[in-house]
C-alpha cells in the first residue's frame, strides 16, 4: 500500500505569531521577533540576558487551554496550542461521527521535554529542600506533548515522540507521512514543540558558545551566531484519497523526505550528511525549472552551519542551484530547535501557496561562502512548483522535507 | 495543627475539576471530576501542608470505598493522628 500524504491544516505558536496568520504576516514581511530577554534563578541573584525570540503573551495563550493542560509543562502547552488551530485549520471534528480516531496519529517531538518543569523542581529541591511536585516526571518526559494531544483529541493511533535535536519536527513530519503512505493511518498530527526559555537552559547553550549576541544574521558574514526562539508548530498531514473523500483544503503534497546521520561529530555538520539527505528528498520532485523551486534553509546563522549547508545545497541541486530562492526565516523567529522544522515547514507551505518568498532578514554583509541567492532582506514574488525544508540536527542528525502542489 | 477539614476542603476545592461550586463534607467523591493527575496533586498537597505522609501506591485505587469528601477528611484526620476512632 501506498498512498499520497497531503497537509490539510496548519499550527502554529512562536516569537513570530501566535497563530499560522500572524506567524506568516510577520515571516514574510521580515518582522523580526528577537529580543533582548532575562531570566532568573528563583530564590537567588543569578540571571542571565540574552537575545531571545520569545512568545510575550504565553501566560494569557496558555491559560487560555483551560484546566487539563494547566498541568502540562510549557512545551506540551504549545504544542496544544498549535494542535487546536491545525486541528481547527484541517475542519477536522474529533467528537463526529464520520472521525475515526483509531486511525488517527500523533507524532509530536521534542528537542528537550520539560526543562521548565525539571528545573523548577530541582531548583526548589536544592535551594529550599521542598519535595519535587509530583507530576514532574510527566510533566518532563519527551513523550508529554504526543501523549496530551492523543488525550486531548481523543486520537487512538500511532503516538509517540521523537528527539533529534533540531530535526525533531521534521522526521517527525517525514515518520508521519511514511505512516500514512503505508497504511498505518488515515490522518496524523506531527511536528513538534520546544519551550527551552529558562535560566539554567540558557547557561548551557551559552556555555556552547554558539549564541549570538545581538541578532541572527543567517549567511551574512558578520554573523555571530544562532537565537534560541519557543514555540511549536504542527501539520495535519492526511492521505490524499481520505482529504479528497471529504473535501478537504489542501495546502500541498508531502512528497520527498531524506534522512541520514553524518556519522561524524556531535557538533560540526558534514557537507555529505545534508547533500545526502537533500538528494534523497529532492529524488521524489520532477524539477523543470529550479527556479521555481524554494529552500527553506536550516541557515542557524551560525560560522560552522552556513557555508557546510550552502555547499550542500550546490552539491544536491548542481549547476543549478544559483536559481533556487533560499532563506532562512529563523532570521525572523529564532531557532525553536526541536520546533524548527514544524514552524519553517509551515512558512515553506505558505511561500507554495501565496507565491511570496519570506527573506533573510539582518543581512549586511555578502560572504563568499554562503553565495546563494538567499533573499536577503526584502521578500520576493515568486511562483513555486516544490518548497524544501532542511534541518540538520547537534549530533549529525539529518532531516529534509519537499511538498509540491496537488 | 491546622484545621484539617477547613485544609482538605480548600485543597479538593483546587482540583476538584469537575465539581460547580464548592465541596463540602457531604459531597460524593465521585462529583468532584477528579483525575489521576488531580488524586497525585491533592495527596502531594495535604502531605505539605499538614505535615504527614500519605502511604499510597499509585497502583492501587488511593480512594479504596470512600464515598463522600467527609469520609477522605476522615482518612486523613487518622493519619495525622486526629481521628475520633
Redesign the interface.
Known amino acids: 500500500m501506498s498512498r499520497r500524504v497531503v497537509v490539510t491544516g496548519l499550527g502554529a505558536v512562536c516569537g513570530a505569531g501566535e497563530n499560522v496568520d500572524e506567524f506568516w504576516a510577520n515571516v514574510s514581511n521580515g518582522n523580526c521577533a528577537i529580543r533582548d530577554g532575562t531570566r532568573t534563578c528563583a530564590g537567588t541573584d543569578l540571571s542571565v540576558t540574552l537575545p531571545i525570540a520569545e512568545i510575550e503573551n504565553a501566560d494569557a495563550l496558555v491559560s487560555s487551554l483551560g484546566r487539563s493542560l494547566s498541568r502540562a509543562d510549557l512545551y506540551t502547552q504549545y504544542a496544544a496550542l498549535a494542535g487546536d488551530e491545525a486541528i481547527k485549520d484541517a475542519g477536522l471534528d474529533p467528537q463526529s461521527e464520520a472521525f475515526d480516531p483509531t486511525r488517527t496519529a500523533a507524532i509530536i517531538g521534542t528537542g528537550i521535554g520539560g526543562q521548565l518543569a525539571l528545573e523548577q523542581a530541582y531548583t526548589g529541591m536544592l535551594r529550599k529542600g521542598r519535595r519535587p511536585h509530583p507530576l514532574t516526571i510527566l510533566k518532563t518526559i519527551p513523550n508529554a506533548a504526543a501523549s496530551q494531544l492523543s488525550i486531548r483529541f481523543g486520537f487512538r493511533g500511532p503516538a509517540f515522540a521523537i528527539s533529534s535535536a533540531c530535526a525533531s519536527a521534521a522526521h517527525a513530519i517525514g515518520v508521519a507521512g511514511d505512516i500514512i503512505r503505508s497504511g498505518g493511518a488515515d490522518i496524523a498530527i506531527a511536528g513538534a514543540s520546544e519551550a527551552v526559555l529558562t535560566y539554567g537552559s540558557l547557561e548551557a547553550w551559552k556555555a556552547m558558545h554558539i549564541l549570538s549576541d545581538e541578532k541572527c544574521r543567517p549567511f551574512s558574514k558578520n554573523r555571530r551566531g544562532l537565537v534560541i526562539g519557543e514555540g511549536a508548530g504542527l501539520l495535519i498531514l492526511e492521505a490524499h484519497d481520505h482529504a479528497s473523500k471529504r473535501g478537504a483544503k489542501i495546502y500541498g503534497e508531502l512528497l520527498g523526505f531524506g534522512m541520514n546521520a553524518d556519522g561524524v561529530d556531535m557538533i560540526n555538520p558534514a557537507v555529505e550528511g545534508a547533500s545526502g539527505a537533500m538528494e534523497q528528498a529532492l529524488s521524489a520532485l520532477t524539477v523543470s525549472d529550479w527556479g521555481r523551486v524554494y529552500v527553506n534553509a536550516h541557515g542557524t546563522g551560525t560560522l560552522m552551519n552556513d557555508p557546510t549547508e550552502t555547499k550542500a545545497i550546490r552539491i544536491a541541486v548542481g549547476q543549478d542551484a544559483d536559481a533556487l530562492c533560499v532563506s532562512s526565516t529563523k532570521s525572523v523567529h529564532g531557532h525553536l530547535l526541536g520546533a524548527a522544522g514544524g514552524v519553517e515547514a509551515i512558512a515553506s507551505l505558505k511561500a507554495l501557496n501565496t507565491g511570496t518568498i519570506p527573506p533573510t532578514v539582518n543581512y549586511d554583509e555578502p560572504d563568499p561562502e554562503c553565495d546563494l541567492d538567499i533573499t536577503p532582506n526584502e521578500a520576493r514574488e515568486r511562483t513555486l512548483d516544490y518548497v524544501v525544508s532542511n534541518s540538520f540536527a547537534f549530533g549529525g542528525l539529518n532531516a529534509v522535507l519537499a511538498f509540491g502542489r496537488v | 495543627m491546622a484545621d484539617i477539614d477547613a485544609v482538605m476542603l480548600e485543597i479538593i476545592a483546587n482540583h476538584a ?1 469537575g465539581l460547580a461550586g464548592t465541596p463540602s463534607r457531604d459531597t460524593p467523591v465521585a462529583d468532584l471530576g477528579i483525575d489521576s ?1 488531580a488524586i ?2 491533592i ?2 498537597d495535604v502531605e ?1 501542608k499538614l505535615s504527614i505522609e500519605i502511604p499510597f501506591n499509585a497502583n492501587e485505587n488511593p480512594l479504596g470505598d470512600m464515598k463522600t469528601v467527609g469520609d477522605l477528611i476522615d482518612a486523613v484526620k487518622e493519619l495525622a493522628g486526629q481521628g475520633g476512632g
Do not use: D, P
Open positions: 475539576v493527575f497525585v496533586e495527596i502531594y505539605e
